[in-house]
């Protein structure tokens, strides 16, 4: 009998775990192998199970998901659906292995006619890239796995027949190799679905062998002789689900929902999150090998341990079931108008009436939102995590309202600005397109009126990065997504951030000591320039200013305050240094202190 009561990684490890699966995303950095710990070999599994739908784990005979659920991290997410892609396998386990979504990958059915691997390659390949000498193993039931998702820069790459076959081969790997980074997919839960559908007693049976073959993929694992030397990552996933009487590919949540179940040391055993997607897998496994991410890469997912809940999410709380819609379900919490600490909605164009849950800007989740009605692109929102803010003008409309369009404004905090000349509006979006709309994006300094940063003219679902100048002396940038809409479509907006540069500055340095010369005390300054510009000084003591107009890099300026004193107490000169950095003034100071000081 296999024992659930496995420990998936040594708790000593933890924090050092958790740097591997938080490794930061470096902006242009060659892809390069992070060495955390000598003595412990990184080690990563990822299983998935096709077609295994998230909502009948839970009551299937599954003790060793369950005890993975007890030691790590469960998240359920919504997949898209057409048109950017149907939901099957194809486009499900490409994103998990690619970590970018359909739209990128350009995996859409299961022809595999048009895919982009090449600038989007699975993330084993990735691993090989940047450390050749980890081992990497792919099995999987369907071929497409290791045929086509995973490709030829993986060492090993294996079809097994069938599950039975997949669990053999993938236990004898673990038990007599040294894989590294293994990818395990089992397929016969997925032709239980196809045969009875979810709620056919062949497909609980299913998932209860899947957990069976699960268990002696563990048990491997364990037993391995090299086991108290190693820290493993353990995923389990799924690339879509069911519908109740069999088969996928459409747009209804059974088919849609699918999840993440990760254990490992820095992932909070037992934790519940609603922030964790697919595309997250192969960043996260990419992290815990010690390899940091590329921003040019230009994933969709983040490590697990790298997301953090942004503003929109704390209004979890506040979410209310439906009032005036009825596809979402009469239990399901998913939508609130009350708005994050120091944000707002202005409704004072909004005519009265309309759908309640969608008058103006709403703050609501994939789950209750993108079922309010199937097939018309909601769907396609999958760079929203957790809550996101949406305008919806096409649903508010269907019901009777007052005379005028859709007219809503989503406003942020103040954000305090350093004194950087540019800064960086970044915010996950998908404006899509359908009759007479606008959506604009505006910025006010310092309360001031507001100036357009962008104005959208087409359909856009990507992750936003807009640069903006911040005029001279500016403090604080707010920002306002304005949209308008005659049974239009709509815009989401999520994960709203600003980025700004480090704020310009000036390096020098000072010293000062008292000296006395004819029987009067003198206080020297000595004063230089560490920066890459010139730069204007001014020495100010008890006894005087002095100022040099340009002191060049590297040099320094001297200079002697005479006293005419006998004796003088301890003091400081205040030195000044004034330059223009990238357009911008800049003005540090520091202090030099000096000894007090007699002729007696």
């Known amino acids: 009998m296999h024992s659930t009561k496995r420990t998936v990684l040594a708790v000593s490890t933890a924090t050092l775990y958790t740097l591997l699966i938080s490794a930061p995303i470096v902006a242009n950095a060659t892809p390069s192998v992070t060495t955390v710990a000598e003595d412990r070999a990184a080690k990563t599994l990822v299983i998935g199970i096709d077609g295994a739908s998230f909502d009948f784990l ?13 030691q790590g991290v469960t998240a359920a997410s919504n997949l898209y659906a057409s048109p950017m892609a149907g939901t099957v396998s194809g486009p499900g386990w490409s994103t998990i292995a690619t970590g970018v979504w359909p739209d990128k990958h350009r995996v859409t059915d299961n022809s595999f006619s048009n895919p ?36 030829p820069a993986v060492d090993e790459r294996v079809a097994g027949g069938n599950d039975a076959g997949t669990t053999a081969r993938a236990v004898e790997k673990l038990s007599t190799g040294d894989p590294d980074d293994v990818f395990v997919h089992l397929d016969e839960v997925d032709g239980a679905g196809h045969s009875v559908g979810t709620n056919g007693a062949a497909y609980g049976a299913a998932l209860a062998r899947a957990d069976q073959q699960i268990g002696q993929i563990l048990d491997a694992v364990d037993a391995r002789a090299t086991r108290a030397d190693e820290d493993w990552l353990i995923v389990v996933t799924a690339d879509h689900g069911h519908t109740p009487t069999g088969g996928h590919g459409g747009s209804t949540p059974g088919e849609r929902k699918t999840f993440v179940i990760a254990a490992g ?68 919490l998913g ?3 009350t708005a994050p600490a120091d944000w707002s909605i202005d409704n004072s164009a909004m005519p009265t009436g309309g759908v309640t849950e969608l008058r103006g800007w709403t703050f609501t989740t994939d789950e209750f939102w993108t079922n309010v009605e199937l097939g018309q692109l909601r769907e396609t929102s999958v760079r929203g995590r957790d809550v996101f803010a949406v305008a919806d ?26 004194g950087a ?31 357009l940063v962008k104005s959208y003219t087409t359909a856009t679902n990507a992750h936003e990065r807009l640069a903006v100048n911040v005029p001279a002396g500016a403090t604080t940038a707010q920002f306002r997504f304005r949209y308008t809409g005659t049974n239009s ?15 310009p500055s000036l390096e020098v340095s000072a010293e000062a000591e008292t ?16 920066s890459p510009v010139p730069v204007a000084l001014t020495l100010t003591s008890a006894y005087g200013t002095k100022t040099f107009a340009e002191v060049a890099p590297g040099a320094n300026v001297v200079h002697a305050f005479t006293t005419r004193k006998a004796s003088v107490p301890a003091g400081t000169v205040a030195v000044q240094a004034t330059a223009t950095v990238d357009g911008s003034p800049v003005t540090v100071s520091v202090d030099a202190a000096y000894a007090a000081a007699s002729t007696h």
């Open 58 to 70: 839970a009551p299937a005979d599954m003790p060793n998901l369950d005890a993975l659920r007890d």
């Open 116 to 151: 982009a691997y090449a600038t989007y390659p699975d993330y084993l390949s990735r691993i090989e890239a940047a450390d050749p000498a980890r081992e990497t193993y792919v099995v999987g039931t369907w071929s497409p796995i290791p045929q086509t998702i995973f490709g």
């Open 265 to 332: 040391a820095g992932i909070e055993p037992g934790s519940v999150r609603h922030d964790v997607k697919l595309v997250d897998i192969a960043p996260t496994v990419i992290a815990a090998a010690g390899i940091a991410a590329d921003f040019a890469w230009n994933l969709d997912g983040t490590a697990i341990g790298e997301l953090a809940a942004d503003d929109f999410d704390s209004v979890r709380g506040a979410l209310q079931t439906q009032v005036d819609e009825t596809r979402p379900g009469a239990t399901t």
């Open 335 to 337: 939508w609130t108008h």
């Open 393 to 418: 003008s096409d649903e508010w409309d269907d019901k009777a309202h007052a005379a005028g369009q859709f007219d809503s404004t989503l406003v942020s905090p103040a954000y305090p600005l350093n």
């Open 421 to 451: 000349t540019t800064a960086t509006l970044a915010y996950a979006t998908n404006y899509q397109i359908d009759g007479p709309q606008t959506g604009e994006v505006f910025v006010s300094f310092d309360g001031g009126a507001p100036v």
């Open 489 to 503: 479509f709509f815009w989401m907006v999520d994960g709203v951030r600003l980025e700004q540069a480090a704020a």
């Open 515 to 530: 000296r006395l010369i004819k029987g009067k005390v003198v206080v020297a300054v000595k004063a230089t320039n560490h």
